[in-house]
Nanobody
Framework: QVQLAESGGGLVQAGGSLRLSCAASGRTFSSCAMGWFRQTPGKEREFVAAISRSGANSYYADSVKGRFTISRDNAKNSVWLQMNSLKPEDTAVYYC????????????????????WGQGTQVTVSS
């Protein structure tokens, strides 16, 4: 079992930065591939970024590539999403997710590949 808790959301002006954190409980974090997703009202939850169990592999949605960076520290049971050059269209609830059990050091982009989710943290970017 994995429990996830996001933090770090808030209100920021366009062009600003935020760093989201996701703290995981349990001793299985190093076995989890991790991902960040986001959702706005009336829209489907969308993939933002993912990182493999070891941290060696990462992948980004085209909309955030070059602006967002995902990272993790298995010793701290944590994953982060550094968000720079924020735009109003980045406004959303951001969710941390964990894929536990895959034998591969791979990344995952589909929601259905993640079995554990946090409660979300709101990010609002003003123009």
């Amino acid at each position: 079992q994995v429990q996830l808790a996001e933090s770090g959301g808030g209100l920021v002006q366009a062009g600003g930065s935020l760093r989201l954190s996701c703290a995981a409980s349990g001793r299985t974090f190093s076995s989890c591939a991790m991902g960040w997703f986001r959702q706005t009202p009336g829209k489907e939850r969308e993939f933002v970024a993912a990182i493999s169990r070891s941290g060696a592999n990462s992948y980004y949605a085209d909309s955030v590539k070059g602006r967002f960076t995902i990272s993790r520290d298995n010793a701290k049971n944590s994953v982060w999403l550094q968000m720079n050059s924020l735009k109003p269209e980045d406004t959303a609830v951001y969710y941390c997710a964990a894929n536990l059990g895959s034998p591969y050091d791979d990344i995952y982009v589909r929601q259905t590949e993640y079995g554990y989710w946090g409660q979300g943290t709101q990010v609002t970017v003003s123009s």
